[in-house]
């Protein structure tokens, strides 16, 4: 599926984000987070990520108890075969140490500005 085939699903998934995904857009919209700007619900490839820095390639998921990196494995390398480095998060942790979840997004996007 291309990515404008997916722009209609991402508007859908914007419309209905869930409590965990509202509470960390709040933190990081409108370049809150060092300036960088993300983008939620953005589709990369066939997939969409929860939330995207297209400027330093970071693409965020967060996910709940349907996940683990072996069912994800296929998701996060194809993510990756379009150049984003993908980071997660479980709810939990958004929820419970939000502080901690925005600091390791701090310093993936200071990886990001320094690769480039």
Request: proline share 3%; hydrophobic share 35%; net charge positive.
């Amino acid at each position: 599926m291309t990515e404008k085939r997916l722009t209609p699903t991402a508007r859908k998934l914007r419309r209905n984000r869930t409590a965990v995904e509202d509470r960390l857009w709040r933190r990081i919209r409108s370049r809150q987070l060092d300036g960088a700007k993300f983008t939620f619900q953005f589709p990369i490839g066939p997939h969409i990520a929860d939330f995207a820095c297209r400027s330093a390639r970071l693409a965020i998921e967060l996910d709940g108890g349907q996940h683990s990196p072996d069912c994800d494995a296929d998701r996060t390398k194809t993510v990756e075969s379009y150049g984003y480095r993908i980071i997660r998060f479980w709810n939990n942790d958004v929820m419970e140490n939000m502080e901690g979840v925005l600091e390791v997004i701090r310093h993936e996007l200071r990886i990001a500005r320094n690769a480039s």
